[in-house]
């Protein structure tokens, strides 16, 4: 896949949810996911970096930017993914270069609708991460959602959304204000839909999931990470920078 293309009706340069001007963070509907989308989510490799958690994952990120009435989404070449241990205290993800197989499936549609709603000046150009992740819970294994804690991601903008609830409750997503520890939002976001938080300004977390009948049971997310091209979280400087600190 080199690109995906999602139209959009009409031209502005400025565009917002007014939640998120307001507040720093709003909660929207997403896409529908087609069932091909749907499907993908059973055929992903777990996460070699997580073994003390059952957690299957794969990683697309692009290059992005408005052409007149559309968005334009590039696929990047692969690269290992990496956090930077400034924001990612868990040992065995901040500072840490991963591996992460590409997606199957085109999400060109959930970013153009986040885009959408975020305070972005579409003449700028930006770099995307599109995380497809399922939290299983089981007999074996907790459903731990976020192992890393209340934090922030390193990025302008970050996102969590619920592509489906599969015989678990729990799940809760909290947005927190750093400087005071208030937690400012928190509910269970339900299928499609997503939470947009402005990274720099909040920590967010979502408390662990378990099965709501017998033992077994999944929660399946994407978590969306935007940058402006000129402060992306990728490439050489990018890891230079990440492992470092």
Known sequence: MLSAIATQPQLQTVSANSDYERQGYCVIEMPKMSAEVEASFANMPRDGHSLSRLREIRLSQFFGYW?????????LPQRKYVQSARYIKLKEAGGVARHRERMEVDPSPLIARVLDNLPIDRRDLFQINVNQIRVVVNDEFRGVTVPEGPHRDGHEYSVI?????????????????????EVVYRDVLEENQ???????????????IEAESGTTGYRDIWVIEINRWETRAYGIAHEREALKA
């Open 161 to 181: 959304a619920i592509a489906k609830r599969e015989n678990v409750r729990g799940g809760e997503t909290q947005v927190i204000d750093p400087k005071t520890m």
């Open 67 to 75: 052409d007149e009435s559309e968005w334009v989404f590039a696929l």
């Open 194 to 208: 997503a939470i947009l938080i402005d990274d720099q300004r909040y920590i967010h977390y979502a408390s662990e």
